[in-house]
């Protein structure tokens, strides 16, 4: 069952989108090099406190996890590619840093992702992340009312592959709502025409993950959360809560 959510209710996850651009916004600028992942997510914290608003990510429990997530951001350094868990690694020069965030308010959830270079960065790092920012781009464009999902993914995967870099299988958008995870999933590699239809009022969180090495394997960390890519190149995240309107489509995690 796909809710679609009326123009009231887009309003209010506009609401929540805005309070995960703040965050994403305030924990970029204060990633520095010697700055930890634990303060980082303190950061996102205070934001959430300031705001009113609850972690969607804090005690999540998803069953393909062992234990509920412990943290409010996710921290995703070099090979890790999504649900990195905050430590006291501090950050170092170069560092390739995705970071991942979800507020809710009212009970209305927005979900939010962004990669950049710590320091001095490696031109190839930043090709890396601006084409997994044209993905995005290009998913939310295919994000229009009378298209399909496939066309979502179709788009996202057709911008990863002509670059060389991979797409980490299995793993994609979803939509999003008074959950974090609605159905459907989003794809991030698709057939065009294929798939369920695309109407006004659904929200989906768009996301593309793209590995350098043009590799799509991966394996889950010790800690049960954290994906590496099985190579260990590196990797970017780029994400948004975005709503389909008769309009075109709609960001809401912007500040
Ligand atoms: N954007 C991520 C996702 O949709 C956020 C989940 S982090 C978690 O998978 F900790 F809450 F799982
Ligand atoms: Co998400």
Redesign the pocket.
């Known amino acids: 069952m796909i809710e679609l959510k009326t123009e009231s209710e887009l309003a209010a996850m506009r609401v929540a989108g805005a309070v995960v651009g703040e965050a994403l916004r305030a924990v970029r600028a204060a990633a520095g090099i010697g700055v930890s992942l634990r303060e980082l997510d303190e950061i996102a914290a205070e934001v959430l406190r300031e705001a009113g608003a609850k972690s969607?990510?804090?005690h999540?429990h998803?069953r393909s996890?062992p234990a509920p997530?412990p943290?409010v951001l996710?921290t995703s350094v070099n090979d890790a590619v999504?649900?990195g868990i905050p430590t006291d690694y501090r950050l170092r020069d170069g560092d390739l840093l995705s970071i991942?965030?979800?507020a809710e308010v009212d009970g209305w959830n927005g979900?939010?992702?962004t990669s950049f270079v710590v320091g001095t960065p490696d031109e190839r790092d930043l090709d890396l992340i601006a084409a997994t920012e044209r993905g995005l781009a290009a998913g939310i464009a295919a994000a229009v009312p009378g298209a399909r999902l496939g066309d979502i993914g179709h788009a996202i995967g057709l911008v990863g592959r002509a670059a060389g870099y991979g797409l980490v299988a299995d793993?994609g958008?979803?939509g999003?709502g008074r959950a974090?995870?609605e159905a459907p999933h989003v794809p991030n590699e698709g057939r065009p025409g294929r798939g369920m239809r695309l109407r006004a009022g659904m929200v989906l969180?768009i996301?593309p993950m793209f590995t350098a090495s043009g590799r799509d394997d991966y394996r889950t960390a010790a800690d049960g959360?954290t994906l590496h890519t099985a190579d260990g190149s590196r990797a970017a995240?780029a994400?948004h809560t975005v709503a389909i309107t008769a309009d075109g489509p709609r960001i809401l995690t912007v500040p």
Do not use: R, T
């Open positions: 969607s990510f804090l999540y998803p996890a997530y943290a996710c999504v649900h991942d965030f979800g979900d939010a992702a793993h958008g979803h999003i974090m995870h969180a996301e959360w995240h994400e």
